[in-house]
């Protein structure tokens, strides 16, 4: 019987089986990383978030997670224009880790 919708998939991420390797060289490159909070504020002035659906907090929430392909693709809509560094609360190098991470992925 069609009731006009499906159920998703379960999207459970089990933090202890993601392998860290790619998360731990990405932190060893730029230890700044490590200060981010998740406040948003980098995401609220990014130029290319008002254009394109990047933002700089889901794409280091997704390296959290082990989430590296979706990661792959939304880093890449970064334009490094730098407004989220000057922003930056915590003073995280936000070029260099966007840099990094594109370098990495």
Known sequence: MDFGFTINAPRAIYLDKIDPTLRDRIIARERTTLLCIGCGSCTATCTAG??????????????????YAAAKEAVQNCMMCGKCRMTCPRGVNTRAVVHTLLQEL
Request: net charge positive; no cysteine.
């Open 50 to 67: 008002q254009f394109t659906p990047f933002s700089l907090r889901k794409v280091q929430h997704l390296i959290r997670r082990g989430e």
